[in-house]
């Protein structure tokens, strides 16, 4: 990571740290001179990046036009912020979302915990800040964390405070003001007890970061976590190696560390915003309290590989009494083609939690833009969340499964439906009668016949990226491609593709076809310098019967698909020059050999909710 502005405040620190997901990269570093320059490339930012059209309607994100009162740099990066994920937490009836945010630019800085409140998690209330810089083990930043709540009902706060100008990572507590307040407006941080953990025993201090909520074993009643690091270089297994460590205490206040980590695996450097927690093994879609263990239960660990910059996880067996974790399958987090995301696009430091209100595991991660810097800072804005999922493990127990929770559909309004509309190749049809710049779009295809599926080229048979990135959706198949051209202009000179293509496995394989689900945004704008990377990942399905759904959540410049109900899933930022407001158009096409019908289609146009005063 790079430094962290002083006091999280003053803008006497030069550099700053920008997270853009060019060729999903890493943070791309700034200094001043570079910042200027952005500003004076606003200039040159075509008009239509700017357009208010473009910002996401029912995501989650801040308010736009935040004023800084910043006395070193007036104008540049006022109104600006960048977010990611902190903690997700639900008490007293209200869902608070506390995220990270630089109130002072569209830039990644100047971290503080920024505080929303919601009744359903669509309609968000601004509060004020919930944690900024203000002790000696936090003064270089409020970085991720979770929140916890206590047997007595009290939640409380453990986050990752930067507490050197060396980036010297340590672990915080705070707690509510007033715990009867269900807004839980205000936070402290009792000075004598923090940092409440401190890197030692050779842990690499600049990278021990994150911790989750806490869980507490029956038996021994002990608290545990996890903190997020990569192994210290040096020795044959150092490096790179991602590790989770955990964290025992009695009293959530003394923490010790387990020898040997949760799990750790080679070559994915540091892990950071760990997630770990219990899933019901009988494949119902109920979510279980994160301190839940037994026989029934599966557990997840999810890592966000800073390397990568997507989420990752296994599903796996929970042994408490020696603390550690083993993936059911090995490979599952030491190679690409074997490892499973949450979502094949562009979403990263996410979190669960667990609803206690409606017994359900809701995950929830971020979305970074993919325009570039100066359009950010020009536009205002950026980052966004993805809608929240409900997650609960497949019937196979092999992988997981994530819906839009239920309360999004509370947006729907005027709705359109096609149903038994047969789609012949190299053919397209317009769904019209709605807007669909905001749009909620839920598809059940049926292919006619399987038999011409074109051979999965053994090359490719692994790496779904560069299998969807050689099969666009331009590039005939025999079945598939087939799917939505979204937020699509009136002659589809831009158009942004979800699809489907099916393979026949090749021999040897333990299916017979294999279902590509992919994002193609190659044609998604008209402007330049975009970053338009085609997202995939192969569905876990049985097509025999020639069955597959789809539904695209559409809002303005974000796509964000399931396949399958929720086996893959993709989330696409994209930015469109025409296919803006009223301009943007919804088709269903087929690009395959084989006929497509569309047994059901369903799009409404979507309500856009309270969003934090905007
Ligand atoms: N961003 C936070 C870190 C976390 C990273 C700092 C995830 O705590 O590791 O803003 O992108």
Redesign the pocket.
């Known amino acids: 990571?790079g430094a962290l502005g002083r006091g999280g405040w003053a803008w006497t620190c030069l550099v700053v740290v920008l997270?853009v997901e060019l060729a999903g990269a890493s943070h791309v570093v700034y200094d001043y001179e570079k910042l200027l320059e952005m500003e004076a490339a606003k200039e040159a930012v075509p008009p239509s990046i700017v357009d208010p059209q473009l910002k996401t309607g029912y995501h989650f994100q801040p308010i736009k036009n935040w004023i800084n009162g910043n006395a070193n740099l007036p104008n540049l990066l006022s109104a600006l912020v960048e977010l990611?994920l902190a903690a997700p937490l639900y008490y007293k009836g209200w869902y608070h979302f506390f995220y990270?945010y630089n109130p002072k630019g569209a830039v990644?800085g100047n971290?503080v915990w920024a505080h929303s409140v919601s009744r359903d998690l669509i309609n968000w209330h601004a509060l004020e800040t919930a944690l900024e810089p203000s002790i000696p083990s936090d003064q270089y930043?409020c970085?991720?964390?979770s929140a916890t709540i206590l047997p007595d009902g009290t939640p409380v706060i453990m986050y990752?405070g930067v507490a050197s100008p060396n980036n010297y990572q340590v672990q915080n507590i705070a707690y509510p003001k007033n715990a009867s307040d269900p807004l839980l407006r205000e936070w402290v941080k009792p000075s004598h007890i923090n940092p409440i953990i401190v890197p030692e025993g050779g842990i690499n201090a600049t990278q021990f970061?994150?911790p989750t909520t806490a869980w507490r074993a029956a038996g021994d009643g002990h608290w545990r976590l996890l903190i997020?690091s990569v192994a210290p270089t040096g020795g044959t297994r150092g490096g790179t190696r991602g590790v989770a460590y955990v964290y025992r205490s009695r009293d959530f206040r003394r923490w010790t560390r387990v020898r040997r980590p949760l799990h750790s695996a080679p070559a994915t450097g540091?892990w950071?915003?760990p997630d770990f927690y219990p899933v019901s093994k009988d494949g119902r879609r109920v979510g279980l309290e994160t301190s839940v263990m037994g026989t029934r239960v599966k557990h997840v660990l999810k890592n966000?590989l800073?390397l990568r910059r997507y989420d990752y996880y296994t599903v796996g067996v929970y042994d408490r009494r020696v603390e550690r974790y083993v993936p059911d399958d090995p490979a599952g987090d030491e190679g690409e083609s074997r490892r499973m995301r949450y979502d094949y696009g562009n979403f990263?430091?996410s979190k669960t939690f667990y609803d206690p209100a409606k017994r359900r595991r809701i995950l929830w991660g971020?979305a970074n833009e993919s325009d570039t810097a100066a359009d950010d800072v020009a536009k205002g804005w950026a980052g966004i969340q993805a809608i929240p999922r409900t997650v609960w493990l497949d019937p196979s127990g092999k992988q997981l499964l994530q819906w839009p929770i239920e309360e999004v559909e509370a947006l729907r309004r005027k709705s359109v439906t096609l149903k038994d509309r047969v789609i012949k190749p190299g053919q397209h049809l317009e769904v019209t009668g709605i807007q669909t710049a905001q749009a909620d779009v839920e598809v059940s295809f049926e292919v006619s016949s399987l038999k011409g599926a074109e051979p999965l080229d053994p090359a490719l048979a692994s790496d779904a990226e560069r299998l969807c990135g050689a099969k666009g959706a331009d590039v005939e198949g025999g079945v598939g491609p087939f799917g939505l051209w979204v937020l699509a202009s009136a002659n589809r000179e831009e158009r942004t593709a979800v699809f489907f293509r099916v393979f026949r496995a090749a021999a040897g394989s333990d299916k017979p076809l294999m279902v590509l689900m992919c994002t193609d945004p190659t044609k998604s704008s008209l402007n330049p310098d975009l970053y338009r990377p085609t997202f995939a990942g192969f569905v876990d399905t049985d097509i025999s019967d020639g069955k597959i759904s789809l539904r695209s959540l559409i809002d303005r410049s974000v796509v964000e698909s399931f396949g399958a109900g929720g086996k893959t899933c993709i989330l696409s930022r994209v930015y469109p020059s025409l296919a803006i407001g009223k301009n943007a158009r919804l088709y269903v096409f087929n690009n395959g050999k084989a006929e497509i019908k569309v047994s059901r289609l369903t799009a409404w146009e979507m309500k856009k909710p309270l969003m934090n005063g905007a």
């Open positions: 990571m997270l990611e990270q990644w971290i930043g970085w991720s964390g990752t970061r994150d997020g540091m950071e915003c966000s800073d990263y430091a971020w």
